[in-house]
């Protein structure tokens, strides 16, 4: 399977950087979202993550002028996939949201194209009959920073053809990602399987009014060696993106430490636009969060 044109549907914290990435690889991109002001926004950030390019990878002027020049960006569905080859769906973690899009999107691309969803808790079982081609649809997960953290889970569901899974496979590699590629539907995949029992973790604590940001973090980075802690974890993940699992969960078991969770990441993040990383502040306040700064850990 030939891949050369693609599209990343949705311009947001992951599906910004993944167009990037893939424009950066020498694959013509175009970037759809829901109107021309998301996609200004987006537009935008590109110049924030050409500097963390250069910075993290050593990439040139030339490089990086040549990767924006292979990006085009398109707000009415049908011309964005016209000519892609492969669909790289990265819209909110919403089952709606997505099951309306794939829809829209069966309607609109060509039969030749493979959708794959960047979900990182969804199973692609869930969206198959959805998409109009089962066959050709699976999951193609990313965690956040790729250029960096440069993993790419590739999950099938029961009905995904072989030589689609292994496509996607050399293609997560042509694109600099690690391709791991996961046997059987696993809610989660790999890194989530071992990041949200850490994260949920850290959040009960908090909601619970066990300790307090800062604590649980040092706690976390001082006992184990790592590098940063839950809540800056989930900065950097997006808290929308907590926010929504959590919801998922609190609407699906009533349990009420869920529904208080969701209550305390509406009220005190998403309504005050503290989103994480993206918008400046979330559990920390940035360019300079406290878990930086030299005295952190004492």
Known sequence: M????VTVAGSGVLGYQIAFQTAFHGYNVT??????????????KFDI???????DLNATQGQLDEAKGRLTYISDLTAAVAAADLVIEAVPESPHIKIDFYHKLAKAAPEKTIFVTNSSTLLPSQFAEETGRPAKFLALHFANEIWKHNTAEVMGHAGTDKSVFDAIVAFAKTIGMVALPLYKEQPGYIVNSLLVPLLTA???????GVSDVETIDKTWMVATGAPIGPFAILDIVGITTAYNINKMAADATGDPLKV???????????????LGVSTGEGFYVYPDPAYKDKDFLK
């Open 2 to 5: 030939n891949i050369k044109n």
């Open 31 to 44: 970037v759809y979202d829901i109107n021309d002001e998301v996609l200004a926004n987006a537009k935008g």
């Open 49 to 55: 993550l050409s500097a963390a390019f250069k910075k």
């Open 202 to 208: 850290a959040t009960n604590l908090l909601v619970s």
């Open 260 to 274: 208080k969770t969701v209550k305390y990441l509406k009220e005190e993040f998403i309504d005050k636009n503290k």
